[in-house]
């Protein structure tokens, strides 16, 4: 059964900085693996998607990156502002044509 | 993007009764739909696949007579849960794809609050 982690939970930081955030998945079976944002009491927004055979896809300040073979993903975010706080999910599209989420990481940038 | 809304975005019902939620693709036709359940700080759990005229395909744990789901048409799904409970407070999120595998487009969500 596909488990999906994310690491942190939550974090906080201060404007400017750089972050990181983790996902892990146990079946590298996977067709694809998506991180999305979550503002509060708000659906989702779709910000990068990787397709299983490649490695990284970019947008803007974001940067996420795809080792299928470890079973992790990264989320860079560059500059943090105050407007990046939200939770941010992390997904993997399985081969029973299922989205599995992580518990997602709570970001706060502090101004 | 391709746009899904969802209908209403907030209601709250007695105990007892039922209440139901729409799913539309505004700007496509949707082969499947998927309906989410979010608790407060808590991730999203599917709990069921629906595909235009046929029955919905229910996750583990959820029950198919509580949750109805209707799916009439490639562009509308809808739950109707049933004798609410104040523990089906939750925040519903329905999603749809049209490319499969590809990815799912997500509603705006459906925040349900059981007196």
Redesign the interface.
């Given at each position: 059964k596909q488990e999906v982690t994310q690491i942190p939970a939550a974090l906080s930081v201060p404007e400017g900085e750089n972050l990181v955030l983790n996902c892990s998945f146990t079946d590298s079976a996977i067709y694809n693996l998506q991180w999305f944002r979550q503002d509060p009491g708000k659906g989702l927004t779709s910000l990068l998607l990787i397709q299983s055979s490649q490695r990284e896809q970019t947008s803007g300040r974001l940067n996420a990156s795809l080792d299928k073979s470890s079973g992790r993903s990264t989320l860079y975010i560059a500059a943090s502002q105050p407007g990046d706080s939200a939770t941010y999910l992390c997904a993997v599209y399985n081969q029973g044509g299922k989205l599995i989420f992580g518990q997602g990481t709570e970001l706060s940038v502090k101004p | 993007?391709a746009v899904v809304s969802?209908h209403p975005s907030r209601v709250i019902c007695k105990s007892g009764t039922s209440v139901k939620i729409e799913c539309r693709s505004l700007d496509f036709q949707a082969t499947?739909m998927?309906w989410y359940r979010q608790f407060p700080k808590?991730?999203?759990?599917?709990m069921a696949?629906s595909n235009e005229g046929s029955k919905a395909t229910y996750e583990q744990g959820v029950e198919k007579d509580k949750f109805l789901i209707n799916h009439a048409s490639l562009t509308l799904s809808t739950l109707t849960v049933t004798s609410a409970h104040p523990e089906d407070s939750s925040?519903y999120?329905c999603?749809a794809d049209f490319v499969?595998?590809?990815?799912?487009?997500?509603?705006?969500?459906t925040?349900l609050l059981v007196l």
């Open positions: - | 993007g969802q499947t998927f808590q991730s999203l759990m599917l696949t925040f999120i999603s499969r595998r590809e990815t799912q487009y997500f509603g705006p969500g925040r």
